[in-house]
């Protein structure tokens, strides 16, 4: 007894020793992770692409082009690396180089606009089925007519910093009258291209979809996932009792958990009228193909609302999407968590609809009953009328 | 038979943009709300003319506003404080319409220039024009540009909101439209109080008029 208590006895001296130590180690254990969070995005390239990026991450390299025009080898690799094509490194789209030759033999470029439109080639690698359906769009057709400024995949999608961005932002980068341009017919142009995604009405045999993203309105942002903390799903999981997708109950309980920091500012879910399947968003038609007919969304029983989705941004910047029944746009529980979508006669609630019915039947009725009412109070005082003329002339009779 | 001037010009005014606007109103915003169940125009056309109506009957709103405020004629929008004596009034009222205008019982409601109301209109119109009818411009503007408007509208409870009032009031106003055009016809003729308020402004009363107001005999 006495020596177990000797054992699990320590002096101040030592005590002090023991805290010094601990205090040390766990400084060693936080460094690694503190200096992985200090570190580039570029750092967590692998060595063969950070041994790429050690000529082409500088500015200075160039190509002299025939012509004079200079070509800009330059590539930035904190973008590269944030890129959703940072995963796959240098040689998956540029397998054509040789380490052997390169750069002593460096390669023959026309031109920069040729070497976007070669490119293609391995994009479609990846990427047939998006390729299939640009085949017929209207870039495709603009680039076959041979006009300079028709887009190739790099031009919307950037060379090297790979990143799902709002299709807005793409296509305002050379349609700059865009506003102007749907301000001139389109009632609410600024809330239809906010929440409308171009390809919805741009790329006019795409299936479409509402998309209900988290947004964030104090930090005026949409709401992305933590990196490393992936919740969203799970929550979103646990809040679909029944597995068919979130119903307007469900979802109240979801943006109830999302929002349970009574703190903080309640996040909403905007609606985005999106299409189904980001490929089918190269299947872009002219300008005089594209739907102008209103009734597609503000109609019951719409083609984009019969899809939706509630969703976030993933860390990468990727849609992390799940799925949401689509009555859950009509109901009457949703007032409160899809406070900020809502789409005239196409989202509009079967309540309302039942009490419009109600209105109009009990308009009708009133004069229909009160002109019934009428001939039944007149029938009953003309009965009185009669039985009193005949109580009279009864009266006379009698002697 | 007299001959009272119950309904001044401004007020007629009012009233014909009313009738003609309200009735628009309610077409357009149905064919906006219902597209496919019936098709009187299109959904484009009735959203601009929606619009464009909604504005005007809100300044139509300010020529009855301002000519009430500006006259003495307020005193037929003045409620009557005491409650019992309310009921009592519009207990007769209802006994009348249900029962007494069938037999030719008088109206127990004497019209003048100064209370053209019987008690249940006067409820009736205080709550259509003092609350329904400024809600449902507040909230039409609101739609008219949610964006504009964001702070507003996510002020009121958010889009779902401000539309569900906008179309709840729009629901009464259905039932409106059908209630106040057949009460119009239950004057001494069925089209006595249509040519009172549309052309004339003279609604002719049995016997004297007790107060107020120009008479013609």
Redesign the interface.
């Known amino acids: 007894m006495a020596r177990s208590r000797r054992v699990n006895t320590i002096t101040i001296g030592t005590f002090y020793t023991h805290l010094v130590k601990a205090v040390f180690a766990a400084l060693l254990a936080l460094l690694p992770a503190t200096l992985m969070a200090a570190a580039a995005p570029a750092d967590r390239l692998s060595d063969g692409d950070k041994t790429c990026l050690g000529c082409h991450g500088s500015d200075a390299l160039k190509k002299e082009l025939p012509g004079g025009k200079v070509l800009s080898l330059h590539v930035q690799g904190d973008g590269f690396a944030q890129s959703v094509h940072g995963v796959l490194g240098c040689a998956a789209c540029h397998a054509d180089v040789d380490l052997k030759t390169h750069p002593q033999n460096p390669k023959t470029i026309a031109s920069s606009r040729e070497y976007s439109i070669a490119m293609t080639k391995v994009c479609s690698g990846c990427h047939a089925e998006a390729l299939k359906h640009n085949e017929t769009s209207v870039h495709a057709k603009l680039l076959a007519s041979g006009k300079p400024s028709a887009p190739v995949c790099t031009d919307c999608h950037s060379s090297h910093a790979v990143t799902p961005k709002t299709a807005y932002d793409t296509c305002v980068g050379c349609h700059l009258a865009a506003m102007e341009a749907h301000q001139k017919w389109l ?2 142009a ?2 239809h291209l ?1 929440v409308v995604s171009c390809a919805a009405c741009h790329a006019p045999a795409a299936q479409r979809m509402v998309d209900l993203r988290l947004y964030d ?1 104090a930090a005026k942002k949409w709401v992305s996932e933590k990196e490393g903390k992936p919740e969203f799903e799970n929550m979103a999981r646990a809040a679909d009792t029944d597995g068919n997708g979130l119903n307007a109950m469900e979802l109240r309980k979801l943006m109830g958990q999302i929002n349970r920091d009574e703190a903080a500012q309640p996040k ?1 879910l905007r609606g985005r009228i999106e299409l189904r399947t980001g490929v089918e968003a190269h299947r872009l038609s002219g300008k005089s193909e594209a739907i102008k007919d ?2 597609i969304c ?3 029983g719409a083609e984009p609302f019969q899809n939706v989705s509630v969703s976030l941004v993933s860390a990468d910047g990727k849609p992390l999407r799940y799925k949401a029944q689509k009555e859950v746009l009509s109901s009457a529980l ?3 968590s ?5 789409a ?2 196409g989202t ?2 079967v309540f ?1 609809d039942i ?2 019915l109600l ?2 039947l ?3 009725s ?2 229909i009953g ?1 002109q019934i ?2 001939i039944i ?2 029938k009953q ?1 003309a009965r009185e009328a009669q039985q009193d003329a005949a109580a009279k002339a009864k009266g006379q009779d009698r002697p | 038979m007299q001959r009272i001037y119950v309904h001044p010009l401004p007020v007629r005014i009012w009233h014909m943009i009313n009738a003609v606007g309200f009735v628009a109103m309610i077409l357009t915003g149905t064919q ?5 169940l019936f098709d009187l125009m ?3 056309t009735a ?2 003319w929606h ?1 464009w109506i909604g504005f005007v009957l809100i300044g139509n709103y300010f020529i009855w506003l301002l000519f009430y405020l500006f006259t003495d004629k307020i005193r037929v929008y003045h409620p009557e404080l005491s409650p019992t004596k309310h009921f009592q009034a519009s207990f007769r009222q209802l006994q009348y ?3 007494g ?3 030719g019982s008088p109206n127990p409601h004497q019209v003048s220039a100064y209370d053209k109301f019987n008690p249940m209109q006067s409820m009736m119109y205080q709550v259509v024009m003092f609350l329904l009818v400024p809600l449902l411009a507040v909230t039409g503007i609101l ?1 008219w ?3 504009g408007f964001y702070g507003a509208v ?1 002020f009121f ?5 401000v ?2 009032v906008h ?2 009031i ?3 106003f ?6 106040h055009v ?1 009460m119009g016809s239950l004057g001494h003729t069925v089209t006595a109080h249509y040519k009172a308020m549309f052309v004339t402004g003279y609604e002719e009363v049995e016997g004297e008029p007790d107060r107020g107001g120009a008479t013609k005999p």
């Open positions: 009632p609410n600024g809330l906010e309105g909403n209103c009734t503000h109609r019951q949703s007032v409160d899809l406070r900020e979508f809502y005239v006669g509009r609630s309302l009490l419009l209105a109009l009990a308009g009708v009133v004069p009160h009412l009428k109070v007149k005082l | 906006i709300r219902y597209v496919g299109s959904f484009r959203v601009t619009n319409y249900g029962y205008i069938f037999k739609l540009d949610v964006q996510d409870g958010g889009v779902r909101v539309d569900a179309v709840l729009y629901i009464f259905v039932f409106f439209i059908f209630f057949y």
